[in-house]
């Protein structure tokens, strides 16, 4: 089970926020996949993965490989809070659709992966959204 602990930032490091102040929980995973295996990870995240995790009705942030390394994979979601996240992802995890779906597909394509948990203000997050939707157009 991953373990992770919301350290409360802002852009520049420092830690002296507080959640008044930084609304949204943002959850970073970061994904090693293994060699040559880039291309079809993100086709399974696109086609299969995607549609069953906001049908889940998780707040997906952005996604994708990352722009120095095809193998390398990043997905940012953001919650209400860490209980909140933990539910979703306990709900999601856990449902016949992943377990019966994607699930075993996309796990053989991963090498290592690691999340981030950290608070970040609405227009931080909108921020990532919007590289999103450059990225993609």
Do not use: C
């Amino acid at each position: 089970m991953r373990q992770s602990r919301a350290v409360p930032v802002n852009w520049n490091g420092w830690s002296g926020h507080t959640k008044a102040h930084m609304q949204r929980l943002v959850a970073i995973r970061s994904y090693k996949l293994k060699a040559g295996s880039g291309a079809r990870f993100h086709n399974l995240v696109v086609n299969q993965s995607m549609p069953l995790v906001r049908a889940f009705g998780m707040d997906v942030v952005t996604f994708g490989q990352s722009m120095d390394n095809p193998d390398a994979y990043f997905l940012v979601r953001a919650y209400d809070s860490l209980e909140h996240r933990r539910s979703s992802q306990e709900a999601f995890y856990s449902s016949d659709a992943w377990r019966n779906g994607p699930r075993q597909s996309i796990i053989e394509l991963i090498e290592a992966d690691w999340d981030i948990v950290l608070w970040l203000t609405p227009a931080a997050v909108d921020a990532m959204r919007d590289f999103r939707v450059q990225a993609e157009g």
